[in-house]
């Protein structure tokens, strides 16, 4: 199961985590695995390429990990940005709960 977090502080976001793998098929056959990656990757590299915040990424292939977290306050960018990984993920899970949990945490 992947399971995705996304942490907030004082009502703005300071990063996500994504780790695990879906198990919905074999690797390079799961569409649930795809469609998820394809999400956060994409957010990351709209964050990199259309805002100037900075944050820290890790990854871990191998662990199926993807950690952002922001440097310092996102601007509304990468807000919105967040906003919209979160509404694709919820729609992945709403289909898939048994591949997929997205819970938001305050930190």
Known sequence: MTKVT????QGLYKGFEVSGHS???DAGEDIVC???????????????TFTNDEFLLDTDEEAGLI???FSYKPGSKSELLIDS????????????KEYITLDFKEV
């Open 6 to 9: 996304i942490f907030k502080q």
């Open 85 to 96: 990984l979160a509404l694709g993920l919820r729609e992945i899970e709403n289909e898939n």
């Open 23 to 25: 198990g919905y098929a």
């Open 34 to 48: 795809a469609a998820i990656s394809a999400l956060t990757i994409n957010c990351i590299n709209s964050i990199e």
């Open 67 to 69: 950690r952002l977290i």
